[in-house]
């Protein structure tokens, strides 16, 4: 059946004859006609490798490709743009990258890119100008036993930046800016504490411990990945908290408000209690110009089709993820200008036109390789297949 199939497209198909040596690069296959192949399934699995690796030069689809899900999200649907709210880099220029905790003017993108200045996200842009509060993420305290690290609470404001309330700190080395737990009132003290302790002890609630110091079940936030200042935390949106599970060894194993257990090590620090502003989820934007205060833009009205990405689906939950080195720093980014010759990706002599060997002239640039199959080169007119569709 292939070779009757391959009979009546070949005749609707300019003729051509093969070069006596073989000739083989990314687009095209040349066979001599003696070539004998003894084992079928050879010659099926390389001509399935070779049409996989020219699948991207003659504008196919592999069907062997598969989609690689990012971050831990599901490989479906529409994942969720980023925000671009504000130039991050930008923040750390104005402070030499030291904390402070005085505010800062923030470089707003408008939903653009920070390097190409592109449009990223259709509906951020505009709003009132609102100062930035740096947060401290990372309580370090002293590791004697009994020993801590005080500090008074100065005042607790909302933040215009984040969800949850901040809380204005103050100690032996200066003003911070923390995020407030639900309890957190002016005037209080809490305490840091960075010794490990031998057996576990139940927290009070805005203080900050070591993991591996904290009683199974209880709930912390601001929860260190790696045992290093400079490494994200998890937890830090209103109203969320996450669930010490038990010990195991050097490391703890963490329940997150989505329900995934990581296994962290014990010296990670976090603050107990929950997360305050737990109310937000309520609160409603009383107009449309309210959203534009806080820099969001309005939809296009259209009807948008639902992908089901966010649809109700019960999946088994991932087994425990254990983070314990941190990933190396990512490599800087670089700019390049190039050329359409640099931009084909070929080297010097194949810079020419794939099908100049064969003895075509440029003027028949439109022919390219679809398949190989039952040793013959078999050719489709870019032309005619925009205007036919596929011939099979």
Request: proline share 6%; aromatic share 8%; with cysteine.
């Amino acid at each position: 059946m292939i070779k009757e199939f391959c009979g009546r497209l070949i005749r609707r198909l300019p003729s051509f004859e093969p070069f006596p040596f073989a000739f083989h690069d990314t687009a095209m296959i040349y066979l001599e006609e003696d070539a004998q192949l003894t084992d079928t399934t050879k010659m099926l699995s390389a001509l399935r490798r070779e049409m996989a690796s020219c699948t991207l030069r003659m504008g196919a689809v592999a069907s062997s490709n598969v989609v690689v899900a990012k971050r831990g999200l599901p490989a479906r649907g529409t994942k969720p743009l980023p925000r671009n709210l504000w130039d991050q880099r930008d923040l750390q220029e104005q402070t030499g990258g030291e904390y402070t905790h005085q505010p800062l003017r923030v470089k707003r993108l408008g939903g653009r890119d920070a390097d190409t200045g592109r449009k990223v996200n259709q509906h951020i842009g505009g709003g009132v100008k609102f100062d930035y509060f740096m947060i401290d993420f990372h309580r370090r305290g002293p590791t004697e036993e009994g020993a801590t690290y005080d500090e008074r609470i100065l005042e607790v404001r909302r933040d215009p930046n984040r969800s949850a309330h901040i809380a204005l700190v103050a100690g032996e080395k200066g003003k911070r800016w923390l995020l407030a737990t639900e309890s957190m009132r002016a005037g209080q003290i809490i305490t840091t504490s960075g010794h490990l302790t031998e057996n576990p002890l139940i927290g009070i609630e805005g203080n900050a411990y070591p993991l591996g110091s904290l009683a199974p079940g209880t709930m912390v936030n601001c929860v260190e990945r790696y045992p290093t200042a400079d490494s994200e935390v998890f937890v830090v949106k209103a109203g969320t908290a996450a669930t010490i599970v038990r010990h195991q060894g050097d490391f703890v194993v963490v329940k997150l408000p989505h329900k995934h257990e990581f296994s962290l090590h014990r010296e990670c620090m976090a603050t107990v209690g929950r997360l305050s502003h737990a109310d937000i989820e309520g609160k409603i934007f009383g107009s449309a110009q309210m959203h534009r205060r806080f820099g969001y833009k309005m939809s296009s009205g259209l009807f948008h089709k639902k992908d089901g990405y966010f649809g109700r689906k019960v999946r088994a939950l991932p087994p425990v993820r254990v983070l314990d080195t941190p990933p190396e720093p990512a490599p800087p980014k670089q700019q390049f200008t190039l050329t359409k010759a640099q931009l084909s990706g070929l080297p010097a002599a194949a810079k020419m036109h794939n099908l100049m060997h064969a003895g075509y002239t440029h003027r028949d640039s439109g022919n390219v390789i679809l398949m190989l199959v039952d040793m013959t080169v078999v050719y489709i007119n870019s032309n005619s297949y925009a205007k036919n569709g596929p011939m099979f």
